[in-house]
């Protein structure tokens, strides 16, 4: 599939929405941009941890979904219960 879009005057662009529909994209996912030999390449953002792209919460380079950021929490907690 190749779609043609115009880049405006601050460089954004629109993914048209029946791209967005076939990738499961929706408004407010985070989108991650890779340049690859000379092109860009956009996928969405994953969890560090275990891959999800769901529930995410960025953290610096990365991103950690609320599963795994509420697995953190837990073990912190017992980290301290034990400690
Ligand atoms: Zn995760």
Known sequence: MDI???????GR???PANVRGAL???SG??????????RLVFHPRKCFL????DNLTPITADAICKTCLDG???AAHEERSAG
């Open 4 to 10: 043609s879009v115009r880049l405006d005057e601050q």
């Open 13 to 15: 662009l629109i993914v």
């Open 24 to 26: 499961g994209w929706n």
């Open 29 to 38: 996912d985070i989108i991650t941009v890779s340049l690859k030999e000379n």
């Open 50 to 53: 275990c891959g999800s792209e």
């Open 72 to 74: 953190l929490g837990g």
